[in-house]
């Protein structure tokens, strides 16, 4: 299937960028990564474009969730390349001028597809035949110059855009994080700064978690939005949110290990401190 081809892709990407120190050289790194990311997603276009789905529900999960795991990355390193580049002989002052200026733009980005962002956040469906299935021969996607998915055969209407939001709403706070003096005034859409923490167990396990709290009330928001906010929260590039579910839904044996392990090691230290 297309999403375990897309699964193999990421892993390769991830496998050469951890040849190469993000901290050494920042610009070289997103340079290479956006470059890698782009690479990938002529890869799948390649094997896309005589690709039969089984199903209009394969087609629209792979447009969806699958395909937007790589154009999402692509465009994230693309836009911190295009930032390190276009600032690096600049003064504080005028670096600080270019980054309000890019918060703006996606301030008037989330604006203009206020709409869609709505759609995706209630978790609505009803228009996603129409979203996220291959585009007519007469149909024009929305792509921007420096993309390679510009195929009728191998893109859909909302692909890119779903794309653009998730990576957009990293580089709000990475731009948000450069803005050192005032780190309150320009965080758009409702986005606070925050330190990033270390997530120390599997992906997997942050979906079980996810989940957990979704389903026992204690979030009211979409899975996509919680799923998004937490993989902002612990640094994650990217979680296939709906098939790891899928998966933890396909155990065999206890379903919940994550929750279980954790109700284990809080009872052990609600005796252990009650012992003191």
Same mark, same amino acid.
């Given at each position: ?116 962002? =709505? @759609? ?8 996603? !035949? /129409?979203?996220? +299935? &291959? %585009? ?104 296939? =949110? @709906? ?8 155990? !065999? /044996?206890?379903? +919940? &290990? %994550? ?18």
């Amino acid at each position: 299937m297309l999403e375990e081809f897309v699964d193999k892709l990421m892993e390769e990407v991830r496998s050469i960028l951890d040849l190469h120190q993000v901290q050494s050289n920042e610009l070289k790194y997103y340079a290479i990564q956006a470059s890698l990311f782009t690479t990938a997603i002529t890869k799948l276009n390649e094997k896309l474009i005589d690709y039969k789905f089984s199903s209009i529900e394969e087609e629209i999960s792979f447009f969806k969730y699958a395909k937007p795991r790589l154009l999402t990355e692509q465009h994230y390193s693309y836009h911190r390349t295009k930032k390190l580049r276009d600032c690096q002989n600049l003064s504080k002052d005028a670096t600080d001028e270019y980054v309000r200026y890019q918060i703006q733009r996606i301030d008037a980005f989330f604006s203009a597809h206020k709409d869609f962002n =709505t @759609y995706l956040s209630l978790d609505e469906a009803h228009y996603d !035949k /129409n979203y996220f +299935t &291959r %585009l007519s021969k007469r149909s024009k996607s929305n792509v921007g110059h420096y993309m390679v998915d510009k195929d009728f055969r191998t893109t859909c209407e909302k692909g890119l855009i779903i794309s653009k939001m998730r990576s957009k709403k990293r580089l709000s706070i990475y731009f948000q994080s450069l803005l050192k003096n005032e780190p309150d005034k320009h965080t758009p859409n409702g986005h606070i700064l925050i330190k990033t923490q270390d997530w120390n167990a599997s992906h997997t396990d942050l979906v079980e978690l996810i989940y957990a709290l979704k389903a026992a009330g204690c979030l009211n928001s979409s899975i996509s939005n919680i799923s998004e906010a937490f993989t902002q929260f612990f640094g994650i590039s990217s979680i296939d =949110t @709906y098939k790891t579910w899928s998966r933890i839904r396909g155990r !065999k /044996n206890n379903s +919940t &290990r %994550l929750i279980s392990k954790l109700l284990e090691a809080l009872v052990k230290q609600i005796e252990e401190e009650n012992e003191e």
